[in-house]
């Protein structure tokens, strides 16, 4: 099986181990790393022409990716006319109700403390008004680019900033519409695969114009765009080794970009090395704690982009994720696909709502919390912040019977332990290798809550 293979199936993307990830030399960047830490909960979001269709964000275009990404595709059994329906959608999308202000006043209400917007996807369309291609959102062919927030990188990026929330940049390295990556004259047919349509080595000029409009594009960004705290690089096969050697010397970029914003953290997902400056797992949660900074991207839906008969987690499910996520030592972006008439959906927006309302007032248990032993056993979430250990209790749903005491398996010395939310200290003693606690009559006369969140103080 080759490194592409074993990196990506159905489009989700494998995750670096812990030993390929560089820490870094820049106190800067460093810094930055222990501020990343403390956020916890980022808002990613999926969204271009393809909205409009319900469909998985550009991997239907890849002819080797056709297995799985074109199972929704069932207006046309011709691979070449459907490219054409998907490149053309740029000249129907015109999402008039969109309002960023209302997006980021959502994402607030809902506990986020940074957003991770896709600007490109691998399809090549730009959601900013880019100076390297037509094939963008301020572009004639496209409907919206007469509205007042036609440049939506623009707007999203400030009205969320307003907000108080720091800004990702989601940037696909990878461009399956561009000639200088998919080069007319030298596709494959009917076997096009989500690399170049060419060797680089063989044309290495033609691959220097690819690397010139990726490094324009990055710098775009990095330049017009206000204050980006991220650059999240997509599309790890677009690297110097794999299948076929793909160098856009990112380096390169990513040093041009930090002269003017020095604090940029870089993402350069599963590749490792100095430029992956925190791990990204996709759709997954690793089974152990990591030590090393890391996020992982989990759907809000089932899929990544907008989707009409989608099913979106409820505020339990995400509670439970994040808590063990970040007992794990990591970061949670929960993603969200808006709707193709700019809107986001009124199953998510409920969802994180809630998630909100809950983290208003256990959020002390997350931000700004590291990892602490035993971590997470599957009922219970550890996290700790200077001299409180937080132990979060999850319930799997209101109908878990509820015990007047409690098994908490925290082995070291408590000196006392409270509920977050209710004054006064509780009942409480040694059991075994863990404290047995005494809930207040009050949370027994109800169904079982999401989760009962335990401060344990050592002294």
């Known amino acids: 099986m080759s490194v592409i ?79 054409r329906s998907y490149i053309d959608l740029n000249k129907t999308f015109n999402p008039i109700r969109f309002r960023p202000d209302q997006w980021a006043k959502t994402a607030a209400e809902g506990g986020f403390k940074y957003l991770i917007f896709t600007t490109k996807h691998h399809d090549g369309f730009c959601m900013w008004d880019t100076h390297t291609t037509d094939y963008r959102i301020t572009d004639k062919n496209t409907p919206f680019h007469t509205h007042r927030y036609a440049d939506i990188c623009k707007h999203v990026f400030d009205a969320f900033r307003k907000e108080g929330m720091a800004i990702a940049a989601y940037f696909s390295k990878a461009d399956w519409h561009t000639p200088y990556y998919w080069a007319p004259g030298m596709d494959r047919g009917s076997q096009m695969w989500r690399g170049p349509s060419y ?43 794999g299948r076929v050697k793909q160098d856009i010397r990112l380096g390169e970029a990513v040093k041009r970009a930090r002269r003017i914003q020095p604090w940029l953290l870089a993402v350069d997902r599963t590749v490792g090395g100095p430029y992956e400056n925190y791990v990204t797992p996709e759709q997954t949660i690793p089974d152990k704690p990591m030590t090393v900074p890391w996020e992982s991207c989990i759907t809000i839906g089932t899929s990544f982009s907008f989707g009409y008969e989608d099913r979106y987690k409820s505020a339990r499910e995400l509670v439970h994720i ?73 319930y799997p749903d209101e109908d878990a019977p509820l015990s007047e005491r409690l098994y908490l398996p925290y082995p070291e010395r408590a000196a006392a332990v409270e509920l977050v939310g209710v004054a006064g200290e509780l009942e409480f003693g040694r059991e075994g290798e863990g404290l047995s606690v005494r809930l207040p009559a009050s949370e027994l006369a109800r169904k079982a809550p999401i989760a009962h969140v335990f401060r344990i103080r050592n002294n």
């Open 322 to 394: 994040l808590m063990e996520v970040v007992a794990k030592g990591g970061n949670l972006a929960l993603n969200v696909g808006p709707q193709p008439d700019g809107r986001l959906p009124k199953g998510a927006v409920r969802s994180m709502k809630e998630l909100g309302a809950w983290l208003k007032k256990y959020g002390e248990a997350v931000y700004g919390t590291r990892i602490c032993a035993p971590y997470y056993t599957g009922s219970c979430a550890f996290t700790c912040n200077g001299a409180a250990v937080y132990c979060t209790y999850l």
């Open 199 to 241: 060797d680089p080595q063989d044309y290495p000029w033609l691959w220097e114009n690819f690397v010139q409009f990726t490094h324009e594009q990055i710098m775009e960004l990095t330049t017009r765009y206000g204050r980006i705290d991220i650059l999240w690089l997509d599309a790890g096969w677009v690297r110097e080794g």
């Open 5 to 83: 293979d074993q990196e990506i199936e159905q489009g989700v993307h494998s995750f670096s181990s812990a030993s390929e990830w560089v820490k870094p030399e820049d106190p800067v960047i460093l810094q930055r790393l222990e501020w990343f830490q403390d956020q916890k909960l980022a808002l990613m979001m999926h969204w271009g022409p393809y909205s409009q269709l319900g469909l998985v964000e550009s991997w239907a275009l890849s002819d080797d990716d056709g297995d799985w990404a074109r199972n929704d595709i069932d207006w046309t059994d011709d691979s070449a006319e459907m490219k």
